[in-house]
């Protein structure tokens, strides 16, 4: 376990985190500490908890039983639409943008959402700032091609990319991404790849992912989950050789 | 719920027909109230006439929350009447000017509005257009006991508004023209104010609320708080449909309270085009020139009532103007 | 003495709040199958619910036996039910849900100015058959004999249902369409013949409710218009999907209309709204809702 009162050193932490759904318990008293600027993997197999416990520490819905520290201050049970002015933001395992906006209307709404959430005065087309900032995302995300299409209209990869841009709109320290490169070509997974480790240079990432092989050689944490339970933590070589993780995970066969 | 979006629909089109709609588009409340200005030449019958600008109003308040917003919403009758019988109360009851009389409708009705939306956003989906059918019917219920005040089932009666009272002018409704420019200025006026809201950047919430309500709620918005201001919005202009009812028909029906007044709306947005700006207009022009010339001809104007819905919904979802819209940028 | 009333007097006017629950509950009960199954509201119910009323008058002056009638309407709103799913309802799946709640709303006003053409605007008289007439002393008081047959019938009717749904290899394909449609696909049942099924028996009931309350309430075209508000308040308070929801809730609201109506005759009306504002405040879900339907 690591050390909890190593607060500076850590944004996020999940504290004895269980869910359970009925009776069905789907998370056990998994306590996790996320480094601040790293790039923390979650990994595991079909049914290990990933998703459940990406969606508890963002916020989706709050623990059966346990805390979510951010930065020292509990956040459990702080309504979603909170998360973004904390400077959280996270993008889903399903594609999720606004479908029958433009690429350049969907990243200015998220950016419009941090400062004009209740203005039902100005014109909207008054704040040229956001505007530029809405295609300077796009930019970082490669989409600068794509300002007027609608969501609907883009490729798979470019709609994952668009989420992204719309997670990047409130400027987060935190980024919590959702198996981000699921079903991708290959191409297009490289790319987004990329992406993420460019990404993770400026801010801390938090990223759910099936396939290990993916995230061992970018990220510099991993936090492997099995039947909803923590199962190893630490850098990609010691989960490498940690045994419990072969037995479970790579006796699997390579995923 | 999938809905014309002009701007896009017009993309690529060079045809003349499409330049002319986008600069519709561009210049929306011109366009509309352009038309409404001359409309009365038009239609040579100014009762009929302010008839479609009142339930255009009315259809325009409630295509904020269903069309733009993407929530069917079957309580905007209570709305509608809270406004009529505010303002008809306050005349009848207090003599009081007609122009406080009319702020005094819409505000009623965005208290009302406050109030069901506030229970009604509780629950999500399917619920809600049953729960705003239902706490409608119950304002029904209160404003028919309240008879002292309303009338009760006659109705209230003796809303007499007829000289207007404006110094250096001598206007009188009981001249149809004067009356239907009186209810025009009102009109021009929450078209304007419309026209402003969809603009501004609470307008993008409610188009983002439509498109995808988790996603907006991942971007920061608070949903529930959000719905719930349209819906008050949504209200204030119904109310305001409302006020110049009771004042335009000199007395208020207790069927304006009904549930089938809501049902009038969503008919109307749907026939014009839900979430298009002109829809509601066409939608109430539509409905009552057909209502005024069928009912000439048969009593069972009811039965086409019903048949334009399942019409519309079956094979022209997207209504009269959206339809026209997506033909226009083929 | 409770509030100025005998003792007496409250157990009968709880008992005929029953009777008035029981008609609620064969329409929420209906409502919430179709619901639960289709996730359609149907707008028409209250519609459905007149039809039955006026299927009764007809087939009473056809068949002139009571309980004949009661059996043959539900079919034949039933009837009218299945040709409105397959030729109405069919085509909008998957095109949201608000599009079928607008047509069913639609409907109802062709359905109910059909029958205004066909019978006329006056209301029509239905009276309860012979052996009903009267009333029984039921320990408290004596009470319409009719109205206990409703009661009955109602519990008769929601225990075939319940053991239709839970005991019958038939409701075991219906719970689990309403569960996940896709896995009764995959099992190879043809859902869409389940919906058609589900929907026919949501309006029959509808139907049976109608006949049943015939003799209460007054055959009239519009009559369904204040019922389907009676029923949506029932589903709101009950739970929307839920039969156990249905019957409680059905029956609270009409002991709770009925006992308003003693203590305060003019809030009567108002007081099912009351009671369903105070449960979309303490449990928005309804009393036996689960929080997954209401998206």
Redesign the interface.
């Known amino acids: 376990m690591t050390d909890m009162t190593a607060d500076e050193n850590h944004i996020l932490r999940a504290e004895k985190i269980t869910m359970r759904f009925g009776g069905f318990t789907a998370l056990n008293n998994v306590s996790v500490a996320f480094p601040e600027g790293q790039l923390t993997a979650i990994i595991g197999p079909n049914g290990a908890g990933k998703s459940t416990f990406f969606n508890v520490i963002s916020g989706a819905f709050p623990p059966s039983e346990g805390r979510i520290v951010f930065r020292g201050r509990e956040i459990t049970g702080t309504p979603q639409h909170r998360f973004t002015r904390l400077g959280i933001a996270k993008s889903f395992q399903i594609t999720n943008v606004f479908p029958q906006l433009t690429a350049l209307e969907n990243v200015r709404f998220a950016i419009q959402c941090m400062s004009q959430r209740f203005n039902i005065w100005t014109p909207r087309n008054r704040y040229r700032v956001m505007e530029e900032q809405a295609a300077h995302l796009l930019e970082m995300v490669e989409l600068h091609q794509h300002h007027h299409r609608l969501a609907m209209n883009l490729a798979h990869g470019e709609q994952r990319a668009l989420e992204i841009a719309l997670a990047l709109a409130c400027d987060p320290s935190l980024l919590l991404l959702d198996e981000p490169t699921a079903g991708m070509s290959p191409e297009e997974t490289i790319v987004m790849m990329d992406l993420i480790i460019r990404l993770a240079g400026e801010r801390t990432v938090i990223l759910v992912e099936h396939k290990m092989k993916l995230v061992m050689g970018i990220s510099n944490h991993l936090i492997v989950l099995h039947h909803g339970e923590l199962l190893a933590e630490g850098t990609p070589d010691e989960v490498r050789a940690n045994d419990e993780v072969r037995r479970v995970y790579l006796g699997q066969g390579e995923h | 719920?999938?809905?014309a979006?002009p701007q896009?629909e017009l993309?690529g089109s060079g045809r003349r027909l499409a330049g002319v709609v986008a600069l519709m588009a561009r210049h929306r409340v011109l366009a509309v109230l352009g038309f409404l200005l001359v409309f009365p030449f038009l239609l040579p019958y100014e009762a009929l006439a302010v008839n479609i600008l009142i339930y255009g109003l009315f259809a325009l308040g409630f295509n904020l929350v269903f069309g733009y917003m993407g929530v069917?919403s079957?309580g905007h009758a209570a709305f509608f009447g809270l406004g009529s019988y505010a303002t008809g109360i306050v005349i009848v009851h207090y003599g009081m000017h007609w122009f406080p009389a009319i702020l005094v409708g819409a505000v009623a009705a965005g208290l009302g509005a406050a109030v069901i939306g506030a229970?009604?956003i509780?629950?999500?989906?399917?619920?809600f257009?049953?729960?705003t059918?239902?706490?409608s019917?119950?304002v029904y219920?209160?404003v028919y006991?309240l008879e002292d005040l309303s009338g009760g089932e006659n109705g209230l009666r003796g809303v007499d508004v007829y000289d207007l009272g404006l110094p250096g002018l001598e206007l009188t409704l009981l001249d149809p023209l004067t009356k239907y420019y009186f209810v025009f200025v009102f009109v021009a006026l929450a078209v304007w104010l419309f026209s402003?809201?969809l603009?501004?950047?609470?307008?993008?919430?409610l188009?983002?609320l439509r498109?995808?309500e988790?996603?907006?709620?991942?971007?920061?918005?608070?949903?529930a708080?959000?719905k719930w201001?349209a819906f008050v919005?949504s209200g204030l202009f119904c109310g305001l449909a409302g006020s110049l009812n009771a004042i335009h028909l000199t007395i208020v029906p207790i069927e304006s309270l009904h549930?089938?007044t809501s049902?009038l709306a969503?008919?109307m947005s749907?026939l014009g085009g839900m979430g298009t700006f002109f829809g509601p207009f066409v939608g109430a022009l539509t409905f009552l020139v057909l209502e005024d010339v069928i009912t000439l001809v048969t009593v069972?104007w009811?039965?086409f009532?019903?048949?334009?819905?399942?019409f519309f919904?079956?094979f022209l979802?997207r209504g009269i103007w959206g339809s026209f819209l997506r033909w226009a940028s083929r | 003495m409770i509030g100025g009333f005998p003792i007496e007097l409250l157990a009968l006017q709880l008992f005929t709040g029953l009777a008035l629950g029981s008609v609620f509950v064969l329409l929420a009960v209906g409502l919430s199958l179709i619901f639960g199954l289709l996730t359609v509201v149907n707008f028409a119910h209250g519609a459905f619910y007149m039809l039955g009323a006026y299927a009764g008058v007809f087939f009473i002056g056809y068949l002139g036996n009571f309980w004949l009638t009661l059996a043959v309407v539900p079919f034949a709103v039933g009837a009218v039910g299945l040709g409105v799913e397959r030729w109405l309802v069919r085509p909008l799946y998957g095109r949201g849900i608000d599009y079928p709640l607008m047509l069913t709303f639609g409907l109802a006003y062709i359905l109910v100015e059909v029958v205004r053409i066909l019978f006329g605007a006056e209301g029509m008289p239905f009276d309860a058959p012979d052996a009903l007439m009267g009333a029984v002393n039921i320990g408290v008081g004596y009470f319409p004999a009719y109205r206990l047959f409703v009661i009955a019938a109602t519990a008769v009717l929601v225990v075939a249902l319940w053991l239709f749904l839970e005991k019958t290899s038939y409701g075991l394909v219906i719970r689990a369409g309403a569960r996940d449609s896709e896995i009764v696909r995959v099992l190879g049942i043809d859902i869409s013949l389940v919906w058609l099924v589900v929907f026919g028996l949501g309006t029959a009931v509808a139907g049976l409710a109608g006949v049943l309350s015939a003799p209460m309430r007054s055959v009239f075209p519009d009559m369904g218009t204040t019922v389907l508000v009676e029923a949506f308040v029932v589903t709101v308070v009950g739970g929307m999907g839920s039969l156990a929801g249905a019957v409680v809730a059905g029956l609270l609201v009409g002991v709770v209309v009925s006992m308003t109506s003693l203590f305060a005759p003019a809030m009567a009306e108002v007081s099912m709204f009351a009671l369903m504002a105070l449960v979309l405040l303490v449990r928005p879900q309804g009393l036996f809702g689960k929080k997954g339907l209401m998206g």
């Not at chain 2, 509780?122 to 619920?127: D, F, H, M, P, W």
């Not at chain 2, 988790?214 to 949903?223: H, L, Q, S, Y």
């Not at chain 2, 009532?305 to 399942?310: D, E, P, Q, R």
């Open positions: 719920m999938t809905l979006n896009e993309k069917l079957f229970l009604a509780r629950t999500r989906g399917i619920y257009a049953m729960v059918l239902a706490l019917q119950c219920y209160l006991q402003r809201i603009a501004s950047p609470f307008g993008a919430v188009e983002a498109e995808n988790d996603r907006a709620r991942a971007c920061g918005t608070n949903v708080l959000s201001l919005i549930y089938h049902g969503v008919m749907l069972h009811q039965l009532v019903g048949a334009l819905f399942v919904i079956l979802p």
